[in-house]
């Protein structure tokens, strides 16, 4: 497929100054000006959009500048700008460019540094994932308390330091927990995918501490953290990871659990973003 230009992929270009483009283009093709919480879908978490509250504008990602087409099914390439009932502005991102697609970090964290140029204060993650905690089960949604970034990579450019302490927010999961106390706290390992782990890799997480392997988000947390976000991250475990679980592992597995979920998770994530 032609790949288009994108402002991105030019060195010299500052990402920040094409996210608050982005963002003029969302308030103009949304006829919303500021929004005050983003909700990234990943896989499994796509209808929680109609959950969440009224939407009152839907855009093709690629409409917005610097967005990529989405590569894969079940990644819809679309933003969304819902109203909840109690008056929140939610910015729904449905267009998620993963670090495997191979067009590097900026492009991978363009959503979260525009959700933060359109006045998001919060950025909730979520996504689906593999479960390497044997206590999980397929279908059950799991709060991110922390990641291990296993990309090598940083979307930080030169020399930022910023502090990941907190980096999921200990107040935003409270929250979250008030609304499900039943809600278990994980660590997501990012891998670089798309291949999933070897059962050697799986142990290898659960050893130096990771109850959950993925292949985004840790990267999108640290551009939010970078923007003076606050982060909440959920994933769903729609797969036993590698060697936990006997059969081997298949995308189709993984898109039906994220289907069995979808109403219970759903529910969930409204009524987070609502007590936020
Ligand atoms: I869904 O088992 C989903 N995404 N790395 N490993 C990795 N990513 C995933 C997995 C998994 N399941």
């Known amino acids: 497929m032609h790949e288009m230009d994108n402002p991105l992929d030019d060195p010299a270009a500052d990402p920040f100054e ?24 990943g896989s499994g978490w796509g209808k929680a959009a109609e959950v969440v509250g009224e939407t009152i504008a839907t855009i093709p990602a690629t409409e917005v500048t ?3 087409h989405p590569a894969l099914e079940g990644h819809v390439g679309t933003l969304r700008s819902i109203l909840t009932p109690s008056g929140k502005r939610i910015l729904v991102i449905g267009a998620r ?15 979260v540094r525009t959700a933060a140029a359109t006045g998001a204060t919060v950025m909730v993650l979520t996504n689906g ?34 502090d990941l302490t907190d980096l999921y927010s200990r107040r935003l999961r409270g929250i979250a927990r008030t609304v499900d106390p039943s809600l278990p706290e994980g ?3 990012q891998f670089r995918g798309p291949h999933y782990e070897t059962p050697a890799e799986v142990r290898m997480a659960g ?3 990771g109850d959950i392997v993925g292949m985004s988000t840790a ?10 976000m606050e982060v909440l991250g959920f994933s769903l475990i729609t797969n036993l990871a ?35």
């Open 219 to 228: 990267l999108e947390a640290i551009a939010a953290r970078e923007a003076g």
């Open 242 to 276: 590698a060697g936990i679980q006997e059969t081997p592992l298949s995308h189709d597995e993984v898109l039906d659990a994220g289907r069995a979920a979808e109403p219970v998770i759903s529910q969930l994530l409204a009524r987070v973003v609502e007590a936020i």
């Open 187 to 189: 660590v997501y390992c």
């Open 97 to 111: 460019t993963h670090y495997y697609e191979g067009h590097g970090v900026r492009r991978v964290v363009h959503s």
């Open 129 to 162: 994932a593999g479960g390497v905690n044997r206590t999980y089960t397929p279908g059950r949604p799991v709060l991110i308390s922390d990641h291990i970034n296993l990309t090598a990579d940083s979307p930080l450019e030169g020399a930022t330091f910023v």
């Open 18 to 41: 094409i996210a608050r483009t982005a963002a003029a283009d969302i308030a103009h093709l949304t006829g919303v000006g500021r929004h005050d919480i983003a909700l990234t879908l």
């Open 66 to 68: 610097g967005f990529s």
């Open 207 to 209: 050893i130096i501490g």
